[in-house]
């Protein structure tokens, strides 16, 4: 079965600063790869996804994350973050070939300092 | 882009009643919908799938005769958490997916927060 792994549970960071979340999936079958956001009190909402193609994948908040495959690895990243991003943000994995259940990753939870 | 909506957005209810939650597709068909359930600062953890008009697949260690899963129509699934306890208390979310809007993406509703006292 999938599972994703991000290690951490919460990161802080200066405003400005850059970022990057760390996230680890199971398997090595063909997987779409997603990265989630919540914000405090609200629900989930898609931040970018890769399916196929390239692996660099950006959103319009200035987010990216990178499909790495021999890694397993799907770091999200932002070279200077905003008290904006403060949020919740959870990794998720869903198997190609089953098409069916997306898995969520622990969550990491991103505290801006002023 | 898809909207999900789902209600309500907060409920208490007392210890051994039964509380229905909806989730609607509101500008699309969900041809599958998602139960997580999300315990505070722990991630989402998928309890259900259900699809149109057949039963819904629960994960294991979910109890089905406790969350009840209807998916009458295309556009609503209900959960139904029977006989609440307050260990029962959590936030759950519903998502939908439909293979017309896209076949990878889930559209997550805004949650309810369940307490049971």
């Known amino acids: 079965a999938q599972s994703v792994t991000q290690l951490d549970s919460q990161v802080p960071v200066f405003e400005e600063a850059p970022v990057e979340l760390r996230c680890n999936y199971s398997?090595?079958?063909?997987?779409?790869l997603f990265w989630y956001v919540q914000y405090p009190n609200q629900g989930l909402q898609l931040l970018l996804k890769y399916l196929s193609g390239s692996t660099l994948v950006e959103s319009i908040n200035g987010f990216e994350a990178e499909f790495n495959k021999s890694q397993t690895s799907f770091h999200l990243r932002k070279p200077s973050v905003h008290i904006s991003d403060t949020a919740e943000y959870f990794c998720?994995?869903?198997?190609?070939?089953?098409?069916?259940?997306?898995?969520f990753g622990k969550g990491t939870r991103l505290h801006i300092l002023p | 882009g898809a909207v999900v909506s789902q209600h309500p957005s907060r409920v208490i209810c007392k210890s051994g009643t039964s509380v229905k939650i909806e989730c609607r597709s509101l500008?699309?068909?969900?041809?599958?919908m998602f139960w997580y359930r999300q315990f505070p600062k722990q991630s989402l953890m998928l309890m259900a799938t259900s699809n149109e008009g057949s039963k819904a697949t629960y994960e294991q260690g979910v109890e089905k005769d406790k969350f009840l899963i209807n998916h009458a129509s295309l556009t609503l699934s209900t959960l139904t958490v029977t006989s609440a306890h307050p260990e029962d208390s959590s936030f759950y979310i519903c998502?939908?997916?439909?293979?017309?809007?896209?076949?990878?993406?889930?559209?997550f509703g805004q949650g309810t927060r369940l307490t049971v006292v």
């Open positions: 398997s090595s079958v063909s997987v779409y």
């Open positions: 998502s939908a997916r439909s293979s017309r809007v896209s076949n990878t993406e889930a559209f």
């Open positions: 998720a994995v869903s198997d190609q070939n089953r098409d069916d259940k997306i898995i």
């Open positions: 500008d699309f068909q969900a041809t599958t």
